[in-house]
C-alpha cells in the first residue's frame, strides 16, 4: 500500500541519511494519485523519484506528456527519473515527448529505458540531447547501452551481485572494453535466471537463498 510505502521511504532515510541517494518510486495510472506520492516523497527527504509511464490506462503522447508534466510540477525541487516499460504498462512514452517535457519541467533529469530496444537510448540522446542522463532498466543490455550512451543501470540483479555491476560499468568507463566484456558474458546466466518468471519473483527467491529476509 502507499502506507507501506512511505514508512519504507522514511525508514530508509533514517537509518542511511546522506550516505546514500534514495529515490521513491511514485508512478501511477492516476495523474492525481502519482502527484500526491511525489509530494509526499520530497516531503519525505526522498532524494528523486522514479515516476512510471501510467500503466493500463494506454494514453496517447498528448496525455502522456500532461500526466509528466503535472506530476513534475507537484515537486519542482525534487528531481524526477521517468520510466518506460511498455511490456508492463501497454505504452510507451516516446522521446520526442520527453524533449518536449525538459523545456517545461527542469526536474525532470533521468530516463530508466526497459523497452529491450537498445536503439531507445539514441533515440533519447537525438532528442534530448548528450547530457540527458539515460539509464538501462535491463541488466542483460546495461553494456550494450552503455556503448551508445547510457550511463547507467536501475538493476534487478544488483540485489544479488551488486559490486560485479559496479565493476563493469567501471571497467566500461575506464577504457578497459574487454574486462567490461569478460563480466557482462560472466553474468548472463544470473542475469537470465532472475527473469525466468515474473520480476521479482526470483529476486527475492535468490535473496532468501542468500540468507536475507524479504
Given at each position: 500500500s502507499w502506507t507501506e510505502q512511505y514508512q519504507l521511504l522514511e525508514t530508509v532515510k533514517n537509518v542511511v541519511g546522506s550516505k546514500v541517494k534514495v529515490l521513491a518510486g511514485t508512478g501511477s495510472n492516476s495523474t492525481a494519485e502519482a502527484e500526491e506520492a511525489t509530494v509526499k516523497a520530497a516531503e519525505t527527504g526522498a532524494d528523486g523519484a522514479l515516476v512510471v509511464v501510467?500503466?493500463?490506462?494506454?494514453?496517447?503522447?498528448?496525455?502522456?506528456?500532461?500526466?509528466?508534466?503535472?506530476?513534475?510540477n507537484s515537486a519542482p525541487e525534487l528531481p524526477l527519473m521517468l520510466y518506460n516499460i511498455p511490456g508492463r504498462t501497454g505504452c510507451s512514452?516516446?522521446?520526442s515527448t520527453v524533449s518536449k517535457l525538459l523545456p517545461k519541467c527542469r526536474n525532470?533529469?533521468?530516463?530508466k529505458a526497459a523497452s529491450g530496444n537498445i536503439s531507445e537510448v539514441t533515440d533519447l540522446r537525438m532528442e534530448c540531447g548528450s547530457n540527458f542522463a539515460v539509464y538501462s532498466g535491463?541488466?542483460?543490455?546495461?553494456?550494450?547501452?552503455?556503448?551508445v550512451g547510457?550511463?547507467?543501470v536501475v538493476s534487478v540483479a544488483?540485489?544479488?551481485?551488486?559490486?560485479?555491476?559496479?565493476k563493469m560499468i567501471d571497467a566500461y568507463f575506464d577504457g578497459q572494453i574487454a574486462q567490461a566484456l569478460f563480466?557482462?558474458?560472466?553474468?548472463?546466466?544470473?542475469?537470465k535466471a532472475l527473469f525466468a518468471t515474473t520480476n521479482p519473483i526470483p529476486v527475492k527467491a535468490a535473496l532468501q537463498i542468500l540468507g536475507w529476509e524479504v
Open positions: 501510467p500503466y493500463y490506462n494506454k494514453p496517447p503522447q498528448e496525455g502522456l506528456f500532461a500526466h509528466f508534466q503535472a506530476v513534475a512514452l516516446h522521446p525532470i533529469v533521468s530516463f535491463d541488466d542483460g543490455l546495461l553494456l550494450p547501452m552503455l556503448s547510457a550511463v547507467g544488483s540485489h544479488v551481485v551488486g559490486r560485479r555491476i559496479k563480466y557482462h558474458e560472466q553474468l548472463q546466466p544470473l542475469f
